[in-house]
């Protein structure tokens, strides 16, 4: 099949224009290195707008015995000792320069009357030190590094769907795409290519992602191109999640609703936090509520729908107008609910990728030379739990150090090998799904995936769940090799669909297997027939391949971030 091929050439190409890959880009074009961004949404969209909370950093503008060492400490020790304390080091002493950049790029923070950034607590961090932007803080940071991308004039194309990143002899020279609205296809030639292209928290029914986001493509480009994955079975699920509408399920309630006072009930009525967590109640960590409401509705007590209660009808109306303006709003549109009188009906959902692709903790290379990732889709810094608005400082830590690495790189480039092999399979790919004209769908493949994946490796997992997952993954993974590909006049969605189809069958893959080898309980990973951590598995689990899981020894813990590590106390805080 003959289609037109569009040929550019760029020094580094990022993939991703969520916060992470703004970030490098930005950091690129700052030092007159040639960049060109990729996505596959519109860039004012990323899945980085969505988050609500707030940003880590150390500034110690409210409590001054803040410091870069205890908001280490703080995380190494949320983590379940999987976090690389190598990476955690990274984030917490680079912190507060990312904050001052995003300053710089006019950023809007919240303020107290002084002037000070104001920082609020989250869950099991020492001290305040998270800046935020009313409950927009994703927004607000998406706007202001798009603003700066677009002053420096960085190229972005976002309405182009990377299928490949094109490898010769474990060396990256470029990637392969098709552009979603008119099918031309892109052979993308680059020095560099930094993979910053989200999770894998869509390939579960409840998700707080939208439906074409965060469906695994940075691991599948990442395994295809010779990388790796580490911990892929560690994924939060946030506690609140709506059950509906259809169409929104998983969207979030903001953790603000329990930090301001909401109680969570079964069908009964009852507080049933008082069995789990008398102390914290529903303050207490994300992990925690998940799995509290996972049990209350896997032994009965649950509503008709599967889910538990989270009610804030007895606050002030005041006080929800004003602390919770954006939950307000929400439900409203999606249910016609109003919550200062009724409750909401929520249950756990797939919220975020601890693990990623396999990265180098001092700079995030993968291991493939010229290939790096960052965000959501690297691993290292969350380990077994993610400490509240590290996520949002991460992007903009590794987006930096990232960019420098690959302008050096690229710079320092002799020559470039390419593979006319390489190319031809990404293309024969492509058309191999637009002329294999099979009987099978893939929305209603994307939805058995999703189906498995939330009966088999939810919140709480067991050996024969996990094996019988597999099992069924095989099936999924033989139907879509007979997909039929159904170009529209809307465009080649229907193409997308089956990429991030086949993305989300690898990731599958990976979490089944390494849940399988993590035999205990730790964090986010509850496996019902080994309640127990076992401090053998205090390793990071590498996957390369299927069935291929590795251990991973994890570096020791500085001595002068140790003695600071301590469980910290969520009382009157907001949680996480």
């Known amino acids: 099949m003959s289609i037109a091929e569009q040929q550019i050439a760029t020094s580094v190409l990022v993939i991703g224009t969520g916060g992470a890959g703004l970030r490098a880009a930005i950091e690129l074009a700052e030092q007159g290195v040639e960049v060109l961004a990729l996505g596959k949404r519109p860039r004012s969209d990323a899945h980085t707008s969505l988050a609500a909370g707030g940003i880590n950093a150390a500034l110690a503008t409210m409590d001054p015995q803040d410091s870069w060492q ?44 002084d002037g000070r950034i104001s920082q609020r607590f989250f869950g099991a961090h020492t001290y305040r030190r998270t800046a935020f932007a009313g409950d927009y803080t994703g927004l607000e940071i998406q706007r202001t590094l798009i603003n700066r991308a677009v002053q420096l004039g960085v190229p972005i194309l976002d309405t182009v769907y990377v299928t490949r990143i094109l490898v010769k002899d474990n060396t990256v020279f470029g990637a392969y795409g098709f552009d979603l609205t008119t099918g031309r296809r892109y052979v993308i030639h680059a020095d560099a290519v930094i993979l910053a292209a989200g999770g894998h928290t ?8 939208r439906r074409d986001e965060n469906t695994g493509d940075a691991f599948r480009l990442a395994v295809l191109a010779g990388g790796k994955l580490r911990d892929p ?10 059950l509906e509408p259809g169409n929104a399920a998983g969207t979030l309630v903001s ?42 509705i896997k032994e009965g007590r649950g509503t008709q729908n599967g889910g538990v209660w989270l009610d804030v009808s007895h606050l002030p109306r005041e006080t929800i107008m004003r602390r919770l303006p954006r939950v307000y709003q929400t439900l409203l549109e999606l249910q016609m609910l109003d919550i200062t009188k009724q409750p909401i009906e929520i249950a756990p959902t797939a ?8 990265v180098r903790p001092e700079d995030h290379g993968t291991g493939v030379d010229g290939l790096w990732a960052i965000g959501e889709a690297a691993s290292g810094l969350h380990g077994a739990n993610r400490l509240g608005g590290n996520s949002l400082i991460e992007l903009l830590v590794f987006g930096r150090i990232v960019a420098e690495e690959a302008a050096k790189y690229s710079i320092g480039r002799q020559a470039q090998l390419r593979s006319a092999d390489a190319v031809a399979e990404a293309r024969a790919e492509i058309d191999h799904l637009l002329t294999n004209d099979g009987p099978e769908n893939v929305r209603a493949l994307q939805r058995a995936l999703r ?17 019988a997952g597999l099992n069924a993954l095989d099936d999924v993974e033989e139907r879509i090799t007979q997909v039929g590909v159904h170009p529209d006049i809307a465009g080649f969605q229907d193409l997308a669909h089956a990429f991030d189809l086949k993305a989300s069958a690898l990731a599958a893959r990976a979490t089944l297997d390494a849940a399988l080898v993590r035999r205990e309980s730790r964090g986010c990973h509850n496996r019902s027939d080994y309640p127990e951590l076992d401090d053998s598995l205090q390793v990071n689990l590498v996957w390369s391949g299927r069935g291929q899981v590795d251990q991973e020894q994890i570096p020791p813990i500085p001595e002068e971030l140790q003695h600071l590590m301590r469980h910290v106390s969520s009382d009157g805080k907001l949680v996480e």
């Open 70 to 113: 205890q908001h280490a400490a703080d995380t190494l020790q949320e983590s379940y000792l999987l976090a690389n304390p190598v990476t955690v080091q990274i984030v917490a002493q680079g912190a507060a320069r990312g904050i001052e950049d995003l300053e710089r790029w006019g950023m809007p923070f919240a303020r107290e009357a």
């Open 202 to 209: 869509r390939i579960w029914r409840r998700t707080s992602s």
């Open 233 to 242: 079975e560690l994924v939060q699920f946030h506690p609140s999640g709506l």
């Open 255 to 296: 953790e603000a609703a329990r930090g301001e006072g909401g109680q969570l009930r079964n069908a009964l009525g009852e507080r049933f936090m008082t069995r789990y967590d008398p102390e914290r109640m529903e303050l207490s960590t994300r992990d925690r509520v998940a799995l509290a409401e996972y049990t209350e």
């Open 351 to 358: 919220h975020y990728s601890m693990g990623g692709v396999w």
């Open 451 to 467: 189906d498995t994946m939330t009966a088999r490796a939810g919140v709480v997992r067991d050996e024969g769940g996990l094996q």
